[in-house]
Structure formats: structure tokens, C-alpha cells
């Protein structure tokens, strides 16, 4: 059974850092395209980030362009979003998703 849990959310001031992580198991993440999405309160949701598993190719959402980055842990079989520089318009609950898997997200509060 898939299972995909994030961690890491929280709230931090605006031009602060969190790191998100998804820990995957019942997959092994180098197999696979790796994504992150948000949703904010009253917007449509968007796509962060889509990782290629076996390199870490990675397409990003150009408003995060220079300020996300992703790291994998093969022996953790995890994946983590290392947000920079937050923006409240970053606010929004953050998912991991894998093939049609998904987290059950973490909120991401950028706020003075």
C-alpha cells in the first residue's frame, strides 16, 4: 500500500525558511516523477515542483524559481522542498504526490 506523509509545515515570517519532506513508502521514489502542489484559501491549486525520480530533474513553478530547491534521501526514500525567502503568497497547504498518490498536505503559513 502507497502511502505518502509530509512534514515540516508551519508558520514563519516573510523571508524565512521551512523545509517540507515526503516520506514515501509501498514505492521507491527513484522510480518515479515526484511532485509538489499547493492550495491556497479561495485559488486555484498549482503545481510547486515535479521531480524525475532517477535523475532530479526538476520543473519548477516560475514564482518559486531560485528560492525552492529539492533534495531526495534514497536510503530515508523521502523528498524535501526547501522553501527560501517565503512570501505570503507561498501561504497555502502543501501536498506531495506520486503517480495518483497523494499526502495528506501540510500548511505553510508565511505571515508578520
Known amino acids: 500500500q502507497v502511502q505518502l506523509v509530509e512534514s515540516g509545515g508551519g508558520l514563519v515570517q516573510p523571508g524565512g525558511s521551512l523545509r517540507l519532506s515526503c516520506a514515501a513508502s509501498?514505492?521507491?521514489?527513484?522510480?518515479?516523477?515526484i511532485g509538489w502542489f499547493r492550495q491556497a484559501p479561495g485559488k486555484e491549486g498549482e503545481g510547486v515542483s515535479c521531480?524525475?525520480?532517477?535523475?532530479?530533474?526538476?520543473y519548477w513553478l516560475d514564482s518559486v524559481k531560485g528560492r525552492f530547491s529539492i533534495s531526495r534521501d534514497n536510503a530515508k526514500n523521502t523528498v524535501d522542498l526547501q522553501m527560501n525567502s517565503l512570501k505570503p503568497e507561498d501561504t497555502a497547504v502543501y501536498f506531495c504526490?506520486?503517480?495518483?498518490?497523494w499526502g495528506q498536505g501540510t500548511q505553510v503559513t508565511v505571515s508578520s
Open positions: 504526490t506520486v503517480r495518483n498518490y
Open positions: 509501498g514505492l521507491t521514489v527513484d522510480y518515479h516523477y
Open positions: 521531480t524525475r525520480g532517477s535523475d532530479g530533474d526538476t
